[in-house]
């Protein structure tokens, strides 16, 4: 019997009763949809992977009402009613697992992909989509009104349990509600009573359209978190009159694109876990309908104690499903510890998304794929595995291949497993990533595998363990650019591998030569021990490997430390103590500065392939030691390597 009490107790929504207080909620995943905009079994599978996980509640994200609110291309669409069969198959599809399965109704207005936004006013949308939205007519208005309840009829008649609406996050009822966003004049602008007026007509034809008993959800922000956006005090101010035009429930979530500090509407690690439950707290001070609290919660256990201290009714836990469809089951038998945790990172789901492409995950490269799997099949003839490196790529390809049977030996040269994400882990704000590391050990001791450390890789070491199979997991070392006059410079020359492990001593005021990932992290790092630190970066963007929202969280970080920054660097010549460079036609120097830190790139470390191809051995590169690469691309590789072999 869990100890999540809380969590695992059942909850009325209107008439509907839940299971449990979780919560899958709506996310933007662009895929599942094909050409005509109608879901697919990828889609199906997907959810039905989750359901099957024992989440008491889904909600599929977004579906477009309206073909000017169609967000992403690969968005759900509910504006028609040749979109409801497909929608069917779905529903009848996921309720054999248990679960309540709702649909969020979306229009993106200006924050739309498309080019051809529409909004209350033509004002552009504060960050990540480009270009001026029409601004709405009266009819169109009307128009957009009708669609909100045509769509929850379609959804209820799909066979969904409940609907809704998305009023959050900079979509359109957010258009509407906020003063920066809402210039008009007319019954639609000015006055609190007037820009609530679009959502509580859309509430009122939905209600209008479907049965009595079927629930209505909202989720609205509690905060904008930008100047003249909706606050707090205006969610407090709606959230009675909601509960009393019918709303079953309040999803409270906040931020929109442009949000201050930058990235917050989808968290990275660098915010706090739990970071908008004060918000719900307080909309449940004001209603008695359920509210769910969402804003990075990743542990079940932190997930109960909401609960538990009356802080929100339920609990939305968006990416950390994406991580471990098995969630839930494994949180309520009490098996906390193999669930695959969320690192918020962002990379494969945020910034996949907004790059236009489909959603996936760092800790599970299965995100997307699940129609393409029936669990992991066990292989014929196992094989005996040698993987070289107890970094992240050596141990999810360990995993994975030990669970298809074979039977898997990984020795490491150092003496500890990790490999750089270790040192990735070290600057403020990046210890999560240890979870992976974490996750993976306690997995590989389950399934048996030997892990052997401060071992030397040599033919007696092969001859005594006979593989079958090498895989060469190796990882990389940090390059040494070629610039002139770089080693003839009187500051002291480190690589940032050295300053992360503490090998080092600095002095006070450091140049970190690369602006990449790992060099922002450790001028964050050095900036944090007191340092005077400036970042020359000879391309034209920063830290591009990480995700948006996770690189804007560090950046900003930077900012309130006083870090200089310089991009488009190009070096003149170094100084004794310094480096005269020039960015655009400004030259600049730099002078009386102790130390050189080296961050520009990796090179991959393939020093053992010769003794495995002189013994004829079937070997294998992953990871950086194929070719230095993100770790999304690295764990999807390990994935795919691990199911091949």
Known sequence: MTALKYLFSPIKIGAMEV???????????????????????????????RAKGGTGMMIVGGAAVHPTGLDLPKLPR??????????????????????????????????????????PSPLPAQGVVRGTPRELTIPEIGEMVEAFGDSARRSEEAGFDFVEIHGAHGYLVTQFLALNSNKREDAYGGSFENRIRFLLEAVRDIKKKTSPDFPLGIRINGDDFIKDGW????????????????????????????SYPPGISIPSMYARQGVFIHLAEEIKKVVSIPVIGVGRIKNPEHADRIIKEGRADMISMGRAHLADPELSNKARMGNIADIRPCLGCCLGCAHNVFSLEAATCVMNPEVNREYLFKGHEKVANPKKILVI?????????????????????????????????????????????????????RELEKLCVEIRLNVLIDDDLVDSIKPDTIVLATGSLPEMPQIEGLFDTDMDIHTVVEVLKGEVSLGDRVIVLGGNQVGL????????KGKEVVVLHRDGHFAIEMAANDRVFLIERLKQQNVKRYK??????????????????????????????LSEGMRSIRTLADLFKRKGLEVYFIGDAKNPRSLLESQSEADELGRSI
């Open 521 to 528: 992290e450790t001028a964050d790092f050095l900036a944090g």
């Open 78 to 119: 509910i504006w028609a009613d040749e979109y409801i069969p497909a929608f069917r198959e779905m529903t009848d599809a996921i309720h054999q697992y248990d679960v309540k399965f709702g649909i969020q109704l979306l229009h993106g207005g200006r924050q739309c992909y498309h080019g051809k936004g529409v909004a």
């Open 231 to 258: 606050i707090i005090e205006d969610a407090k101010r709606i959230a009675p009159i909601l509960e009393r035009e019918g709303a079953a429930y309040l999803h409270i979530t906040a931020g929109i694109y442009g």
């Open 19 to 49: 299971k449990n207080r979780l919560v899958m909620p709506p996310m933007g995943i662009n895929f599942g949809v094909d050409e005509g905009g109608y879901v697919t079994d990828q889609l199906k599978a997907y959810f039905a992977a």
């Open 568 to 597: 488009e660097v190009s070096i003149k010549r170094f100084l004794p103590q310094g480096v005269l460079f020039r960015v655009g036609d400004k030259e600049i120097r730099l002078d009386h500065f102790e130390d050189m830190v």
């Open 389 to 441: 490196g107890a970094g992240p790529s050596g141990l999810a390809v360990s995993r994975l291949a030990a669970i298809r049977g074979h039977k898997v030996i990984v020795c490491e040269q150092k003496m500890h497993v990790g490999g750089m994400l270790r040192l990735a882990s070290i600057p403020p704000g990046r210890s999560e990533f240890m979870e992976l590391i974490d996750y993976y050990q």
